[in-house]
Each structure stands twice: as C-alpha cells, then as structure tokens.
C-alpha cells in the first residue's frame, strides 16, 4: 500500500480489506495505524538484525555475505 499512497492517506478500513481481516481485529493488537507501522518496523528491524548475526556451532557456519543475501 505505501507503494500506492502516502501514509497519511492510508486508513483502518484499507488496511484490514487488505489483510482480509475485520477493523476490529486490527484495534485488538494496534492503537492505530502508526502502532501498527511502528511494531512492523520494529518487527523487520529484529529480522534483519538476527539474520545479520554471525552463528557458529560445531557442524554448521553461517557466513555473515550469505546471511545478508537471504534478507534481499
């Protein structure tokens, strides 16, 4: 949808038509839109990050290149 509009212009209503869920359900887990922006982000942003951590264990070793490749 950001793809499509401005933010601002973005309501409730779109949103949930979109996930194919009821505008109630959206209000039971987010305050509003920008409680839903802000937890998505924060959502991506600890994806991105634990897919950024070097792991190493006894029969496999992840490399830090390829970790960053899976996230594109």
């Known amino acids: ?11 409730i209503n779109e949103i949930s038509y979109i ?25 991506h942003l600890r994806n991105l990050q634990e897919s950024c951590v070097f792991k190493k264990d006894s029969e496999n070793e992840f490399d830090t290149k390829e970790s960053l490749l899976s996230i594109i």
């Open 19 to 43: 996930a194919n869920v009821n505008r109630g359900t959206i209000y039971l887990h987010y305050t509003d839109k920008y409680d839903l922006l802000d937890k998505a982000i924060d959502d």
């Open 1 to 11: 949808m950001l793809a499509e509009k401005n933010f601002e212009q973005i309501t």
